[in-house]
Nanobody
Framework: QVQLVESGGGSVQAGGSLRLSCAASGRTISRNAMGWFRQAPEKEREFVAGINWSGGITYYADSVKGRFTISKDNAKNTVDLQMNTLKPEDTGVYYC?????????????????WGQGTQVTVSS
């Protein structure tokens, strides 16, 4: 079992930055692909960014490309999401997830473990 805990959420004005962190415990995530998802009020949860087990391959939703960066530290058992140039439409609860696949999934059903989420609010 892997337990995931997100941190780093908060409120920021448009154009600002936040860095989310996801700490894993229970076992190593060095062989897991990891992803970040978000859910805005009254909307479905959506894929934001993903990274493969080694950290060498990353994928991003079109809406965040060029603004967000996902990174993975297997030694620290963490995965981070650096979010720059934030927009009000980035507001939502951000979730960290771990997959046992060899590729980087973008679908929720491919992820086996989920954190509780952290709130990000971007004001205009």
């Amino acid at each position: 079992q892997v337990q995931l805990v997100e941190s780093g959420g908060g409120s920021v004005q448009a154009g600002g930055s936040l860095r989310l962190s996801c700490a894993a415990s229970g076992r190593t995530i060095s062989r897991n692909a990891m992803g970040w998802f978000r859910q805005a009020p009254e909307k479905e949860r959506e894929f934001v960014a993903g990274i493969n087990w080694s950290g060498g391959i990353t994928y991003y939703a079109d809406s965040v490309k060029g603004r967000f960066t996902i990174s993975k530290d297997n030694a620290k058992n963490t995965v981070d999401l650096q979010m720059n140039t934030l927009k009000p439409e980035d507001t939502g609860v951000y979730y960290c997830a771990a997959a046992t696949t060899t590729w980087v999934p973008s679908q929720q059903y491919d992820y086996d473990y989920w954190g509780q989420g952290t709130q990000v609010t971007v004001s205009s």
